[in-house]
């Protein structure tokens, strides 16, 4: 019976839809990632584990 129902099913569309899906995802990362100031943020955050007094607030890395 499954089979049945597999085999009647159009599922053409479901290849196009994840490929759509999986460009809009990675082009939000990548913008996310690129967005404009947000290298200080990053080298704050890869220089955080040689700080001996600990995590910084939000506001000392300009969105205050």
Known sequence: MLKQII????FEF?????????L???A?????V???NSGKHYDDMANM???D???ETE???GRG
Do not use: C
């Not at 479901?14 to 999986?22: D, E, K």
């Not at 939000?28 to 996310?32: K, P, T, Y």
């Open 7 to 10: 085999s009647q099913g159009n």
């Open 14 to 22: 479901w290849p196009q839809l994840s490929l759509v899906m999986f």
């Open 24 to 26: 809009v995802t990675f």
């Open 28 to 32: 939000g990362i990548l913008f996310w």
């Open 34 to 36: 690129y967005r404009k």
């Open 49 to 51: 584990i040689l700080e």
């Open 53 to 55: 007094d600990g995590p």
């Open 59 to 61: 506001a000392n890395h």
